[in-house]
């Protein structure tokens, strides 16, 4: 089992940025990743990363905007999330095993284990 906390969720004004961190319990070879939930709307997979951090996977809806990282020594996650937007609001989750471990596993948003969630809200 992997056991994941999130955290850096804020009230931000739009333009704004926030990074978001994740602690998990272990991280070594784990495919590791972010996905969302804004209410009424559907879960959605945000940002992947592979293990070794080597390859990085973004949605359409957030490239160019949302860096993700990781730092294996300390199991960490991160997600620099730049330009923010209203539509960026959501509850975000920190995710763990993701499979396969690559665009089709981001668009399908399904892992193996997920964190609590840290609310992003950006309004002015």
């Known amino acids: 089992e992997v056991q994941l906390v999130e955290s850096g969720g804020d009230l931000v004004q739009p333009g704004g940025s926030l990074r978001l961190s994740c602690t998990a319990s272990?991280?070594?070879?784990?495919?590791m990743g972010w996905f969302r939930r804004a209410p009424g709307k559907e879960r959605e997979g945000v940002a992947l990363i592979t293990p070794r951090g080597v390859y990085t996977y973004y949605a359409d809806s957030v490239k160019g905007r949302f860096t993700i990282s990781r730092d294996n020594a300390k199991n960490r996650l991160y997600l620099q999330m730049d330009r923010l937007k209203p539509e960026d609001t959501a509850m975000y989750y920190c995710?763990?095993?993701?499979?396969?471990?690559?665009?089709?596993?981001?668009?399908?948003?399904?892992?193996?284990?997920w964190g609590q969630g840290t609310q992003v809200t950006v309004s002015s």
């Open positions: 995710a763990a095993d993701f499979s396969p471990c690559g665009s089709a596993g981001l668009r399908a948003a399904a892992s193996g284990y």
């Open positions: 272990t991280s070594t070879g784990i495919c």
